[in-house]
């Protein structure tokens, strides 16, 4: 079993920025794929961005390319997030897959966090 914990949410007036961390509980992880989430009120949950095991590959929904970007170290999954706009408000979701290869559907990830709220005000 893996544990994840995100942080780094909050209030943010638009055009700001925010950097989320998720943090796994196994080292292991290292070997795993991860992806962020969002889920807006009244809305599915939504693919943001995906990172393959090594960090050499990356993939982006159009709705935030460009502006967020996702990376790891051997200790943490990062989403930098810049120019934030009012429709990223949403809770955020760090999610890891057994696997080294990077995916964009949430059924495909084994491992979810807890989730992070995001506020963007206008």
């Known amino acids: 079993q893996v544990q994840l914990v995100e942080s780094g949410g909050g209030l943010v007036q638009a055009g700001g920025s925010l950097r989320l961390s998720c943090a796994p509980s196994?080292?292991?992880?290292?070997?795993?794929?991860m992806g962020w989430f969002r889920q807006a009120p009244g809305k599915e949950r939504e693919f943001i961005t995906a990172?393959?095991?090594?960090?050499?590959s990356t993939y982006y929904a159009d709705s935030v390319k460009g502006r967020f970007t996702i990376s790891r170290d051997n200790a943490k999954v990062y989403l930098q997030m810049n120019n934030l706009k009012p429709e990223d408000t949403a809770v955020y979701y760090c999610?890891?897959?057994?696997?080294?290869?990077?995916?964009?559907?949430?059924?495909?990830?084994?491992?979810w966090g807890q989730g992070t709220q995001v506020t963007v005000s206008s």
């Open positions: 196994r080292r292991t992880f290292s070997n795993y794929a």
């Open positions: 999610a890891a897959r057994v696997s080294r290869v990077l995916v964009i559907t949430s059924p495909r990830y084994d491992y």
């Open positions: 990172i393959n095991w090594s960090g050499a």
